[in-house]
């Protein structure tokens, strides 16, 4: 009788991407053709500095990214990425500039291909990834999709262009009167006038 013993993660075909545990840092990049055929699943985090691009729309780069990536071939043996996005950053106010936390949260459909020419078989549900290399960088992908899930503009919940607008009055009404005591730039102009 031949008995057949299988080890954790020795298998070239069954790899393990990650521990399942929710503060484990995602890998930077997968086999972009193995990881589809072991139908894999990561989740994990990756700090918001991570990511360059998406960190200047911030207002800083404080905080992490939780993801949950998976992995599959199709019916048409097409490769395909789901995934899900979530993260608090900071940006600045549209309206007063002042700093304020928003929740981004998104979830994608990938159909990851070889080359430009594929684009007219990308099925309609799905947004189309080119990766010409033998390994897919998930941050590239993960940055991507937290820029397109940026809102346009930023901005307080409540009125906070009038509540800055009442601290500037309240804050000048001490120069005021220094302001009327200034002389009048045109008042030489007036005066040439009037003598004519």
Same mark, same amino acid.
């Given at each position: 009788?031949? &008995? #057949?013993?299988?080890?954790?993660?020795?298998?070239? *075909?069954?790899?393990?991407?990650?521990?399942?545990?929710?503060?484990?840092?995602? !890998?930077?990049?997968?086999?972009?053709?193995?990881?589809?055929?072991?139908?894999? =699943?990561?989740?994990? #985090? *990756?700090?918001?500095? @991570?990511?360059?691009?998406?960190?200047? &729309? &911030?207002?800083?780069?404080?905080?992490?990214?939780? =993801?949950? &990536?998976?992995?599959?071939?199709?019916?048409?043996?097409?490769? =395909? +990425?789901?995934?899900?996005?979530?993260?608090?950053?900071?940006?600045?106010?549209?309206?007063?500039?002042?700093?304020?936390?928003?929740?981004?949260?998104?979830?994608?459909?990938?159909?990851?291909?070889?080359?430009?020419?594929?684009?007219?078989? =990308?099925?309609? /549900?799905?947004?189309?990834?080119?990766?010409?290399? !033998?390994?897919?960088? *998930?941050?590239?992908?993960?940055?991507?999709?937290?820029?397109?899930? +940026?809102?346009?503009?930023?901005?307080? /919940?409540?009125?906070?262009?009038?509540?800055?607008?009442?601290?500037?009055? #309240?804050?000048?009404?001490?120069?005021?009167?220094?302001?009327?005591?200034?002389?009048?730039?045109?008042?030489?102009?007036?005066?040439? @006038? /009037?003598?004519?």
């Amino acid at each position: 009788m031949s &008995l #057949n013993a299988y080890f954790f993660d020795r298998s070239a *075909l069954y790899a393990y991407y990650c521990a399942p545990m929710a503060d484990t840092l995602i !890998p930077e990049y997968v086999d972009a053709k193995k990881i589809f055929a072991q139908q894999a =699943v990561i989740s994990g #985090n *990756l700090p918001v500095a @991570k990511f360059a691009r998406f960190s200047e &729309l &911030l207002a800083n780069s404080s905080g992490t990214v939780a =993801v949950s &990536l998976a992995f599959e071939l199709d019916g048409g043996h097409r490769r =395909v +990425m789901s995934g899900k996005i979530s993260t608090e950053v900071q940006v600045l106010c549209q309206r007063c500039l002042e700093v304020i936390a928003i929740t981004l949260e998104d979830s994608f459909k990938l159909a990851v291909i070889d080359s430009e020419s594929l684009l007219d078989k =990308v099925p309609a /549900d799905r947004e189309p990834w080119i990766c010409t290399e !033998p390994k897919l960088i *998930l941050a590239d992908v993960l940055e991507e999709q937290l820029i397109l899930c +940026m809102p346009i503009v930023s901005y307080h /919940d409540y009125d906070c262009l009038q509540a800055s607008d009442t601290m500037k009055h #309240n804050g000048s009404s001490d120069d005021e009167p220094g302001e009327q005591g200034k002389p009048n730039p045109f008042a030489i102009l007036q005066s040439l @006038k /009037d003598s004519k």
